[in-house]
């Protein structure tokens, strides 16, 4: 059963550089089939989707988010990570990663999730 | 940029009612449409995608249909267990993806 586990600190300050990581288990983030991605919810609010990477670096990003962004995969961890720079009170947030999976057409779906990790930007 | 909006933003209907969602694209995104059901504290879930399909395991009472800019999602009969968030998402041929606002479901 494939997992997906984020990790990082739960308190950033603003003005700094978030970092998260996610990690893969009960499959290889090097398959050929998938991309991994992030998405992030504030407190009472929707779902924003962050970017995705595969496996090969390859990474698409949201717009809005671009010129603060990377996300970055280490094959030889099974892991990707995020980084979110010159945070502000705005990037509070429950930060999920998930599975891209390709389906039987054009369509792609975030399958599998992690459980979520809380991020506060605060002094 | 694509937007795309839900109706209701949320709703209350009794166990056993017939829910509908409905989800507007702001320009024609094909059946590039999916859904997805969170609940407090919980990641999303996915229940339909490309606008129609059902996601294996997931009950035959959701079923999701349109195409173009028109989507409905609907569960036929509400359970308890159905209480959630419900939320259409787009993505285009770049894999961007883009989620509507999201309509909470309660029982009345």
């Known amino acids: 059963q494939l997992q997906l586990q984020e990790s990082g600190p739960g308190l950033v300050k603003p003005s700094e550089t978030l970092s998260l990581t996610c990690t893969v288990s009960g499959g290889s983030i090097s398959s050929h089939s998938y991309y991994w991605g992030w998405i992030r919810q504030p407190p009472g609010k929707g779902l924003e989707w962050i970017g995705s990477i595969y496996y090969s670096g390859s990474t698409d990003y949201n717009p809005s988010l671009q010129s603060r962004l990377t996300i970055s995969v280490d094959t030889s961890k099974n892991q990707f990570s995020l980084k979110l720079t010159s945070v502000t009170a705005a990037d509070t947030a429950v930060y999920f990663c998930?599975?891209?999976?390709?389906?039987?057409?054009?369509?792609?779906?975030?399958?599998?999730w992690g459980q979520g990790t809380l991020v506060t930007v605060s002094s | 940029d694509i937007q795309m909006t839900q109706s209701p933003s949320s709703l209350s209907a009794s166990v056993g009612d017939r829910v509908t969602i409905t989800c507007q694209a702001s320009?024609?995104?094909?059946?590039?449409l999916n859904w997805y059901q969170q609940k407090p504290g919980k990641a999303p879930k996915l229940l339909i995608y490309d606008a129609s399909n059902l996601e294996t395991g997931v009950p035959s009472r959701f079923s999701g249909s349109g195409s173009g800019t028109d989507f409905t999602f609907t569960i036929s009969s509400l359970q308890p267990e159905d209480i959630a968030t419900y939320y259409c998402q787009h993505y285009d041929n770049l894999l961007f993806f883009t989620f509507g606002p999201g309509t909470k479901v309660d029982i009345k």
């Open positions: 998930a599975r891209l999976t390709p389906g039987s057409g054009d369509g792609y779906t975030y399958d599998y």
């Open positions: 320009q024609d995104i094909s059946n590039y």
